[in-house]
């Protein structure tokens, strides 16, 4: 006793998505640089505000980022590579989203000119990945042997000072200068970014100074690290970075550890000489005893009791009977949502259109600090002062657990009934790939695409009008179709080999699925970030899933009836709609991904009875879905691999199965990709320079590879020569025999204007290289 209650970091990108439409019209040019900070600035205001009224006793400041919080600590501690810098000061907001996007020089009027023209200007941005296992991306610092750091931005200061100014006494977040380090990538070969820490602590230093002589007594410091599996040096790392930090008169770190157990490095987080200590007791609750038993009294432990990667109620009676013996054994405890609130909608309020039954079940950013407060005050004043609310609270648990909406039963019996041989397709990968080239008659080095074309605003514009109930059924189908058709002769005019429809009636790859599934609710608002301004509604599963109707026959039939090329079946793989879902939390995820594994096999089937001579299913999220620690992988590759066999398994051998992955790094997981039996793989490899197939070239993959050949992540305009270089590269490493030439991924958040030229090239590029190789 007592209890206090803390938020870790609540989403910024406001709850109509205020910070999506500030930053884009600051890159439009339509709003200035103090418009940007103000609209920011008033975002911060009703964060803090929000969370107050909540009732949350620790309120974080810092949390706010413009595009990325690690893009930011990058900039804070000085480390801006130096083609950056040439763009304007270090801390300005030029350098900081060419960082983040690139530049580019404007496009050339002339269209005509596709290739070759001077792109000396444009700086790349970036490198950018997942953040753990979720799907929020971030910028991956870049560092080398001769850096320097220094304190480049204040932003935690000056955040901090901000709240102040309003009423609220913040504890500042900021990254964990271990955890930047371990993410950051060297620029030379062979060098560790973790041997700079003795030059980067002494800029940590200044900043836990400052943050004190403004004021601040409390600091979190994020080292999600730490429930990673760790080599010895980074051990090392941590004793030493902490014993620095705790040199910083009047500054209490709260360390802050998340999306998983500590587990073999519990001892080493409480070795650390911290005042703090946040553990993830949702992911891993059962590192509570252990962490009791070995926790030093005067630690204050924060326990991350509600999920905060989830859209769930909370059982507040259960955590009550829980938690209420380490209450009482301890002197003080804090409790907080087990990460960020980053990973969550705002406010569940909005959701107008839900099935009310659901959203009984359902609580968001704004409920789940309302939920740690009403455990607070049962902690504190036990349970009778919050006797209402428990009420509430089992009655809505109770008639979840007993809703008939989450069960099927005919979907339970066909999972039940799953034989090996679901899994398995009828002839081995060579006799499928032989009996596939009599039919298809491809090139060498057959060109493609990964599926989506620009999401033009005319596009968005027709399908909000369409929900809105503005544009008909008929018309908004008219203005799709008639997209697709452009799409479809453009592409051959262009001589690609195979076609894609487009994806024009998609909102997102997953969500489009999830509404037409059962067992999923989709909602209006529940944004969630996932780079920089871009952000995605994750459908909710909280049913058992199934498939009342085929969802994508019919715009693969029209846009196949346009065009004697073959045009390819979309379809987004089981393990990908589970990963970007929220996914019930009532049985494990295997069985969810089986049940989505068979909706997707019906799919499948439907669109080669229907005469798709190829289908694509996308597992763009297999590589993140890995478990954080290795000794958690095999398990979850076993059914990962399963559910994506059991899609693909029910077709013929003449029907070519590819499939398509980004963000990836799989020399670890490459026999897992092997496993997945597909005929054609497509991988983003354009930024790491093809070097992922070295992955693919010593494990002897099989099957036919379309290694990326340019980002498309940036509106930069790949050449011929580059083009034609990387494939060069790829036919070292592998058969050119193998090879398919392609995009790193899909084109929906280009422009038109991008896209054409880009891919021009890129047909060029398969003709220089299949002249040079064939
Ligand atoms: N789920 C998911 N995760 C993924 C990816 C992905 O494609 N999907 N790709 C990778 C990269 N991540 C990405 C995430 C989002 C977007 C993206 O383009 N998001 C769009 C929203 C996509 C969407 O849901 N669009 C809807 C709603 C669009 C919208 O904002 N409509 C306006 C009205 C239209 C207008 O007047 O402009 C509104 O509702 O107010 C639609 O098209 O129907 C955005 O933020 O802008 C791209 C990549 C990894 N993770
Ligand atoms: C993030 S993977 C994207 C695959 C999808 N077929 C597309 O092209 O958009
Ligand atoms: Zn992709």
């Known amino acids: 006793m007592p209890v206090t209650t803390a938020s870790l970091g609540f989403p910024r990108i406001g709850a109509h998505r205020e910070l999506k439409f500030a930053t884009e019209a600051f890159w439009a040019g339509k709003l200035d640089e103090a418009g940007l900070l103000e609209k920011a600035r008033a975002l911060r205001a009703a964060n803090w505000k929000r969370q107050k009224d909540a009732g949350i006793e620790v309120i974080p400041s810092n949390d706010f980022s413009l595009y990325d919080q690690v893009l930011d600590t990058s900039v804070m501690v000085g480390a801006v590579p130096q083609h950056y810098r040439h763009l304007g000061a270090a801390d300005s907001l030029e350098v900081y989203f060419a960082m983040a996007r690139g530049t580019r020089s404007e496009p050339a009027a002339d269209h005509g000119c596709a290739h070759g023209h001077d792109s000396g200007a444009d700086v790349r941005a970036l490198e950018m990945t997942k953040w753990f296992d979720t799907n929020y991306h971030y910028m ?172 769930w109620k909370a059982d507040l009676a259960g955590l009550l009977g829980r938690y209420e013996p380490v209450v009482r054994g301890r002197a003080a405890v804090q409790i907080a949502p087990s990460c960020s609130l980053l990973h969550t909608p705002i406010d569940l309020a909005l959701e107008s259109e839900l099935d009310p039954q659901v959203v009984e079940w359902l609580s968001f950013a704004v409920q789940k600090l309302g939920e740690l407060h009403v455990l607070a005050l049962g902690f504190n004043h036990g349970p009778r002062v919050i006797a209402d609310e428990l009420a509430a609270n089992e009655i809505a648990i109770a008639r979840r657990r007993a809703s008939s909406l989450t069960n099927n039963a005919a979907v339970r019996a066909r999972v039940g009934a799953i034989t090996e041989k679901d899994s398995r397709r009828g002839e081995g990968l060579a006799q499928r790939i032989a009996r596939q080239e009599g039919i ?93 301004s871009r952000y995605v509604r994750p459908p909710i599963i909280y049913g058992d899933v199934a498939r009342p109707a085929p969802m994508t026959v019919s715009w693969w039939d029209y846009a196949q009836s346009l065009t004697g090329k073959p045009v390819k079946g979309m379809l987004t793989g089981p393990v990908t709609i589970l990963q970007w879902s929220f996914v019930r939390d009532d049985q494990p995820r295997r069985d969810t991904c089986r049940q989505i594994a068979l909706a997707i096999r019906d799919e499948v089937n439907d669109l080669e009875a229907a005469g798709a001579r190829i289908i694509q299913i996308d597992e763009a999220a297999l590589r993140e879905g890995l478990p954080l620690r290795q000794a958690d992988w095999p398990a979850y590759l076993d059914w990962a691999v399963e559910a994506f066999r059991l899609a693909a398994s029910g077709v013929a051998s003449e029907t070519q199965i590819h499939t398509h992955m980004c963000y990836s790094e799989f020399n670890e997981i490459i026999a897992a990709i092997g496993a997945m039996d597909a005929d054609v793989i497509s991988i983003e490899t354009a930024r790491s320079r093809m070097e992922l197939l070295d992955a693919f070239a010593t494990y002897q993959y099989p099957g036919d590879i379309g290694p990326g050949v340019y980002d498309i992540h940036s509106p930069r305009i790949p050449t011929v020569d580059e083009m034609a270089g990387l494939l060069a590269g790829a036919s070292e490493r592998l058969p050119a025999a193998q090879l398919w030439v392609n995009p790193d991924c899909g084109l929906k958040t280009r422009k038109w204007e991008d896209v054409k030229p880009a891919l021009v090239n890129m047909v060029a590029a398969a003709k220089v290289a299949r002249a040079g190789l064939f």
């Open 140 to 311: 991956v610092p870049e560092v080398g042997p001769d850096q320097a750091f220094a304190l480049g931005t204040r932003k935690p200061v000056d955040h901090f000072v901000e709240a102040l100014a309003l009423g609220h006494h913040t504890r500042p977040v900021i990254l964990g200068p271990v955890t930047w380090l371990l993410l950051a990538k060297s620029t030379v070969d062979g060098f560790d970014p973790l041997t700079l820490l003795p030059r980067l602590l002494p800029v940590y230093i200044e900043l836990l100074q400052r943050l004190v002589a403004a004021g601040a007594d409390w600091v979190q410091v994020d080292e999600p690290a730490l429930v990673l599996d760790l080599g010895d040096e980074a051990r090392e790392a941590y004793r030493v970075a902490y014993r620095a930090l705790a040199g910083v008169a009047d500054a209490k770190l709260m360390l802050a550890t998340y999306f998983g157990a500590l587990g073999d490095n519990l001892g080493l987080a409480l070795d650390l000489p911290v005042a703090g200590l946040h553990v993830d007791l949702v992911r891993a609750p059962e590192q509570l005893a252990q962490l009791l038993d070995k926790a030093p009294a005067d630690l204050l432990l924060s326990l991350g009791v509600i999920d905060g990667r989830n859209v």
């Open 440 to 532: 298809l008659n491809l090139p060498p080095l057959p060109t493609t695409t990964i599926g989506s074309f620009p999401q033009t605003g005319e596009v968005r514009k027709a399908r909000a009008a369409h929900g809105k109930g503005a544009l008909g059924g008929a018309d908004y189908d008219r203005f799709l179709r008639e997209e697709t058709e452009r799409a479809i002769r453009w592409q051959e005019e262009i001589g690609l080999d195979v076609l894609v429809h487009g994806e024009f009636e998609r909102n997102d790859m997953v969500q489009y699925f999830g509404e037409q599934l059962s067992g999923f609710a989709f909602t209006k608002a529940a944004w969630v970030q996932s780079y920089g």
